[in-house]
T-cell receptor, first 112, second 119 residues
Framework: RKEVEQDPGPFNVPEGATVAFNCTYS??????FFWYRQDCRKEPKLLMS???SGNEDGRFTAQLNRASQYISLLIRDSKLSDSATYLC?????????????FGQGTELSVKP | GAVVSQHPSRVICKSGTSVKIECRSL??????MFWYRQFPKKSLMLMAT?????????EQGVEKDKFLINHASLTLSTLTVTSAHPEDSSFYIC???????????????FGPGTRLTVL
């Protein structure tokens, strides 16, 4: 089983749509969780951290469910510029030295 | 702040040659640098972690004699792919974390990546 698994995608949605990505992780000792965005042939860029209380940044909402070891990202009112691959990232500082464990990514394509 | 650069951005080489990739933290001291590899449509896979002044820690399955990592200063780490073969063709990305940035010292900042093609 992969340490971090994401929806396989790709997701093709029209502008203005709401889209949700799911991610599960296998290491229950993980402490930190993030969503990164990666554009084609570019490096990943931090989109937002994920907390148990949930956090929102504009059109983006991230949620963490520790009991289910599940992370989600919701994008409302999709824009063309949201087209990218979204990477779920998990860190276990105590047991894995703080290295980022990446999911395989979910590709989003927003169409006009 | 917290800018990481990589050089070169793209390299094409013949099979059997060695290629050196540089990763620099431009405005902070990178006590730890990470090297990742990403194949098309696949996730980033950590290759090794290097702390300034000490030997790199390699992930399982990564050959340390093939992927030489040097982290001699707080702003520079290099990855040398020795005797490169076509199967080494990939997107190599470094990241750095350390002191002197706005966020906490554990946040990793990524370089723009180096696309290696071995003919």
């Amino acid at each position: 089983r992969k340490e971090v698994e994401q929806d396989p995608g790709p997701f093709n949605v029209p502008e203005g749509a709401t889209v949700a990505f799911n991610c599960t992780y296998s290491n229950s000792a993980s402490q930190s969780f993030f969503w990164y965005r990666q554009d084609c042939r570019k490096e990943p860029k931090l989109l937002m951290s994920v907390y148990s209380s949930g956090n929102e940044d504009g059109r983006f909402t991230a949620q963490l469910n520790r009991a289910s070891q599940y992370i989600s990202l919701l994008i409302r009112d999709s824009k063309l510029s949201d087209s990218a691959t979204y990477l779920c990232v998990v860190i276990d500082f105590y047991n894995q030295g703080g290295k980022l464990i990446f999911g395989q990514g979910t590709e989003l394509s927003v169409k006009p | 702040g917290a800018v990481v650069s990589q050089h070169p951005s793209r390299v094409i080489c013949k099979s059997g040659t060695s290629v050196k990739i540089e990763c620099r933290s431009l405005d902070f001291q990178a006590t730890t640098m990470f090297w990742y590899r990403q194949f098309p449509k696949k996730s980033l896979m950590l290759m090794a972690t290097s702390n300034e002044g000490s030997k790199a820690t390699y992930e399982q399955g990564v050959e340390k004699d093939k992927f030489l990592i040097n982290h001699a200063s707080l702003t520079l780490s290099t990855l040398t792919v020795t005797s490169a073969h076509p199967e080494d063709s990939s997107f190599y990305i470094c990241s750095a974390s350390g002191a002197g940035v706005r966020e906490d010292t554990d946040t990793q900042y990524f370089g723009p990546g180096t696309r290696l093609t071995v003919l």
